[in-house]
């Protein structure tokens, strides 16, 4: 590789990190972001123990956290900063994997750049870089894997195939769903030259992929989805949701349906790219791309737990291929008006990708809240609260938010909030009297309660559990926080007791 390539790479991240260090701390902490910092925070011992539990699904992140946060402190920026490093880092690995993946030279560096410019201005990308979770680093790792099994196939040395299943160990403890890239890498390499017993073997490895993705299934279950909880879909739609959140980070009728014709059309362009490549590299994205969409589909068709962050493993083929329709072989029959097209749609990329990040309400640079707003609801929470108040939040796992959030906003002891489990996935069997004398209990010598519940959790609540309307309307005071993709709700409630407390003195705020 040319010494320009390698300055044109340095400079290719060094420009994604300074996209996503953009407004990095705008946003506040969300549910998932306050339970990483929460994982974060446990003993070591727990820690490094999760690294063997099979039910842990991304320990090795933790653990980094951990040591991060010891160097680095707890601040949003703080925690989201590792996630905006492995963003940055990963665009020009993504290049590398298109280098890798182009027919001829005179195609490679327009692929390059092009894999460079979608990696680098994905909004998709972007909103996991900007986030205190795994799926950053889940997209490096996973661009590394891609890379290396293309250079392990093109060239066929020992060498690179150790480099690229060592990496995998390390990925499998990052996130467990990277087990299904390792098994796509294992039939890549058993094809890759003429072996013995080789259908057997890979008939072998794809039972073991079902059998994770039953296991996954498993321990989902189905009614996360089916209450709300989770999105559902089944494998069509996930199909389409995949399409339209790996283009624009969207749902469908958040953006004009028109932003998405220059993805289709480059997607489309990609798909006859992939096979103009040598025999060897159109197999790899085959099975790097589709042996995990498929398998994740399997496990649509039981839970119908639908994420797009889930299938992060195979965004890299994603922006590969997109990055093929850029480079038609060259003198066949039309493809002269194939390039023309091309680069229009590759334009058509870029355009509506700036102007999904600055769109109002959704956009991550729009200036506006696009996440949970759970600093604000619970900075107005602070404000009002007195020590002897009662504070209920739902669902429970909102506890590490209101933990981190009012250790930073007020000096004094903030009151260990309540809970009501029995509310949790809306939970219908739940009856009136039930209720009742639950929060008699709970709240029993308290004048006054405050409720802080998730968004979503809240309009699950009312359309399932019809105990939930003898709270709200309890509540004399609900206060709505607005954010583009939901709300935080929090309210005060009088609690009609025989006991009475004196109200003591706010608490007092951190200088």
Same mark, same amino acid.
């Given at each position: ?21 953009y407004?990095?701390d ?5 549910l ?7 994982m ?10 999760d ?10 992140y ?16 703080a925690?989201?900063?590792?996630s ?13 994997a ?50 290396l ?29 990277t ?21 057997l ?8 992929? *079902? ?15 089916t ?9 069509? #739609? ?13 749902? !469908?009728?958040?953006v004009?349906?028109v ?8 997607? *489309? ?6 096979r ?7 197999p ?7 042996? !995990? ?9 039981f ?14 083929v ?18 002269r ?32 809240? *696009? ?12 404000r ?10 739902h =669902?429970g ?5 209101y933990d ?23 939970e219908?069997?739940?009856?009136? #009297? ?15 309660s405050f ?8 309009a699950?609540?009312i ?16 206060l709505?926080?607005?954010?583009g993709h ?6 005060v ?10 109200r003591?003195k =706010? ?5």
């Amino acid at each position: 590789m040319r010494w320009s390539w390698s300055v044109f790479f340095i400079l290719s991240g060094l420009a994604a990190l300074v996209l996503r260090l953009y407004r990095l701390d705008a946003q506040s902490l969300w549910l998932d972001e306050g339970n990483s910092w929460a994982m974060a925070m446990q003993p070591w011992s727990v820690l490094v123990l999760d690294l063997v539990r099979p039910n842990a699904a991304y320990p090795l992140y933790h653990l980094l956290l951990k040591a991060w946060m010891a160097v680095a402190g707890t601040s949003e920026w703080a925690l989201r900063l590792p996630s905006a490093l492995a963003g940055a880092l990963s665009v020009p690995l993504l290049a590398l994997a298109a280098r890798a993946a182009a027919p001829t030279d005179r195609r490679r560096a327009i692929v390059t750049v092009a894999a460079t410019l979608i990696g680098m201005w994905s909004p998709f990308a972007l909103w996991y870089a900007q986030e205190a979770k795994v799926y950053a680093l889940v997209l490096l790792i996973s661009a590394a894997m891609l890379w290396l099994t293309l250079r392990a196939v093109q060239h066929d040395r020992p060498a690179d195939w150790g480099w690229l299943f060592g990496l995998a160990i390390v990925a499998f403890f990052i996130h467990r769903l990277t087990a299904l890239l390792t098994l796509s890498a294992a039939l890549i390499w058993l094809f890759s030259r003429p072996r013995r017993y080789a259908w057997l073997i890979a008939a072998g490895l794809l039972l073991i992929g *079902v059998g994770m993705i039953a296991a996954m299934a498993a321990g989902i279950g189905s009614d996360r989805a089916t209450s709300g909880a989770s999105i559902a879909a089944d494998p069509l #739609r996930a199909l389409w949701l995949t399409f339209t959140r790996f283009s624009l980070d969207r749902w !469908p009728g958040d953006v004009p349906w028109v932003w998405f014709v220059p993805w289709l059309v480059l997607m *489309v362009l990609g798909l006859i790219g992939v096979r103009t490549v040598s025999h060897r590299t159109a197999p790899v994205l085959g099975i790097m791309g589709g042996v !995990p969409l498929l398998l994740f589909s399997l496990q649509l068709v039981f839970t119908r737990l639908y994420e797009a962050r889930y299938l992060m493993i195979i965004f890299p083929v994603w922006v590969v291929m997109l990055a093929l329709g850029l480079a038609p072989q060259r003198g066949g029959s039309g493809w002269r008006l194939a390039t023309v097209i091309g680069s229009l749609a590759l334009s058509g990329v870029l355009i509506t990708g700036g102007l999904s990040l600055f769109q109002p309400r959704f956009g991550l640079f729009s200036g506006d809240p *696009v996440k949970e707003q759970y600093r604000e609801a619970i900075t107005e929470l602070a404000r009002r609260l007195h020590p002897d108040d009662a504070v209920v939040v739902h =669902p429970g796992y909102l506890r590490p938010l209101y933990d981190y959030y009012m250790a930073r906003l007020s000096a004094d002891p903030a009151p260990s909030p309540l809970t009501f489990a029995n509310f949790w996935m809306g939970e219908t069997s739940y009856s009136q #009297r039930d209720w009742d004398a639950e929060r008699r209990v709970a709240l029993a010598g308290y004048t006054r309660s405050f409720l802080v519940i998730a968004p979503t959790m809240l309009a699950l609540l009312i359309r399932r559990c019809p105990a939930m309307s003898t709270v709200l309307s309890a509540i004399s005071g609900l206060l709505a926080v607005n954010s583009g993709h939901g709300r935080v709700g929090f309210g005060v409630f009088k609690v009609y007791t025989s006991s009475v407390r004196k109200r003591r003195k =706010p608490t007092s705020p951190v200088r």
